[in-house]
């Protein structure tokens, strides 16, 4: 007899926290002491604590969001390549950036949600370390695993387009016009549409109080829809910016690729401050309280916020 493997994760994207776990039993505590963070808000020297690097589940799972980050930039990248050479209006370009994303970001949190959590994007996996959604040991793999599957996406649609990569030289959401845009600037827009797209993520994906509103297999939709949102805001705000990065895995790829590192650093400094206030927030209203038991929901257990 076989049965589906459902690794527990507090900081799965499209979960609403359903799969998560409590300290009532010993084998509960058995996972909790090799996985902290398959429990929300687990302690602080837990969550820092080396030892999951050497947990093969976590391996396991980094690889998976490698692959969906190589698949992912691969994708996209295809895309965006393609609109900085279309005729067509910059209106409809934005249009179809928007839906793009949208979708892309949606059917990928889909595939990949129940393997490893569905992060794909440094940012979202920054955001659940703050959080304490996420231990450091999975999220250093994570964002290894997710940069250096990014790269090799982005290598493999070079190959593939030739001379038709990126020929403007332009890769929307990570080159900038650093006549018009300065290092500054981008890291001022790069941070608030960074803050609005973890929050839009953490309130429709990682609230486990979402799962009586909409339930957690709607959620990997919303989260594409902050994605494709955010990216009709950031379209045109400013000549010379391409708009928001979302992503600093996808842009060290396609730059990387491209062999133009013009102010990278700024999408990981963006990002980075970003989910830190991000983390600041979430500690100081969590959906959670330490110490209050889990409510069984059928075979699953949700953690909720009691009164």
Known sequence: MTTTSERPFAGRIGGNQCFTISDDSAENRKILEEQPDAAPLPSLRASVHLSGLLVCENWKMAVIEGLGACLLTFTLGAGSSALTSAKASEVAIGAYAALLNTLGLSLFVFAAGPASGGHLNPSITLATFFAGLSTLP?????????????????????LGLGD???????????????????????????????????????????????????????????????LGLVTLAGAFVKPGYTGPSFNPARCLGLMVAKGNMQYHYVHWLGPIAATMMNGVFYHAAPPYIRGKPLREHGDDMIQRALP
């Open 164 to 226: 038709a990569y990126f020929p403007m030289g332009v890769i929307p959401g990570c080159t900038v016009d650093p006549t018009l845009v300065s290092p500054g600037q981008l890291f001022a827009l790069e941070y608030m549409f960074g803050l609005s797209l973890v929050f839009l993520a953490f309130g429709v994906g990682l609230d486990p109080r979402q799962g009586k509103v909409f339930g957690p297999s709607f959620s990997p939709i919303l989260v594409g829809a902050t």
């Open 138 to 158: 999975r999220s250093v793999l994570y964002i290894s695993a997710q940069s250096t599957g990014a790269i090799v996406g982005a290598y493999w649609l070079r």
